[in-house]
């Protein structure tokens, strides 16, 4: 075992599995490429049809296949519009169109100003929490325009691969100095890597279309979208995660987790462990049977 994972590990011993114990609705805003790939549209739904979660709103943001802040905007609020049926939906902003254009200027579009706002109802005792689902550019005009910011927000994204290596496939890379700025604010944080998502949330054209094609409208929408979905992971049978859903799982208490050193983030996407700035906790596990069976209950529920 890597040195550094087993000394994360170590440093966790006694934690168990999470629990599903919410007390009340966890406040949420998504900040998503909504769009860019078929799992956004998961995240979304599942944090609108959540007894579980309050979603106050969502931000649309940039990715390069041509998703712009305001196309994902769009997207996301045909989901809750058109795929949920919802007259009456959380406000959904468009945010950046591409990356920050240095590391010092943020850009500062509806989404920021949103979030800056609403994340004002909140303190350090008692955090909103911002699921990232797409780059770090709006959060990152956030926390350049309003520093204090970090006092009143916690952080769930999905990205990087795994520890203690990094890398990153897309959400991190497509704005490398925005997601430096994020994990160097010193803001609580959670990582939700990809190697997780491939191990616990991935399915078949033909296991999701079992899963969730007879839930209804809103059901058969996600498992079109998913068998449409041209890319699939080598394997036999091929597969696919709906990623974004780590961070649902997250928030629902059903991940295991340790907490480890907080790495600086280079140029090329890896760690570099040799001088680590404050703490972060790392998704190692979920328990994907229980948030699946969540998952379609909330949607069945909801139409």
Not at 55 to 66: R, S
Not at 100 to 119: A, H, I, Q
Not at 147 to 169: A, K, Q, T, Y
Request: proline share 7%.
């Amino acid at each position: 075992m890597n040195m550094l994972l087993a000394a994360a590990i170590l440093a966790a011993q006694g934690e168990g599995d999470n629990a599903m114990t919410i007390d009340a609705p966890i406040p949420v805003v998504i900040s998503t490429d909504c769009g860019t790939d078929i799992d956004d549209a998961w995240t979304v739904a599942y944090a609108a049809v959540s007894p579980a979660i309050d979603l106050l709103g969502c931000i649309g943001n940039h990715a390069p296949n041509g998703i712009s802040g305001q196309v994902a905007r769009d997207n996301v609020v045909e989901v809750l519009a058109d795929v949920l049926g919802m007259e009456e939906h959380p406000p959904v902003y468009a945010g950046a169109d591409g990356p920050l254009p240095d590391p010092s200027t943020p850009l500062e579009t509806d989404g920021v100003s949103f979030l800056v706002e609403v994340s004002r109802s909140f303190t350090s005792t008692s955090r909103l929490t911002v699921l990232v689902i797409g780059s770090h550019t709006d959060l990152a005009s956030a926390i350049l325009v309003d520093p204090g910011i970090v006092d009143r927000i916690r952080v769930v994204m999905m990205g990087f691969e795994s520890w203690p290596g990094g890398g990153d496939g897309w959400n991190v890379k497509n704005d490398v100095p925005a997601a430096r700025i994020v994990l160097e604010s010193g803001v609580p944080l959670t990582v939700g890597p990809a190697d997780v998502c491939i191990r616990r949330l991935s399915f078949t054209t033909e296991s999701c279309r079992e899963f969730i094609g007879d839930s209804g409208t809103a059901g058969e929408w996600l498992a079109e979208g998913f068998e449409a979905w041209p890319h699939r992971l080598d394997g036999d049978p091929p597969v696919w995660p709906i990623w974004d859903n780590i961070v649902i799982a997250h928030i629902l208490g059903l991940t295991r987790t340790i907490e480890t050193h907080r790495p600086r983030l280079l140029d090329d996407l890896t760690f570099d462990h040799s001088d680590p700035s404050g703490q972060l906790t790392w998704v190692v596990d979920l328990d994907g049977d229980a948030m699946w069976h969540d998952f379609r209950a909330c949607v069945e529920e909801a139409q």
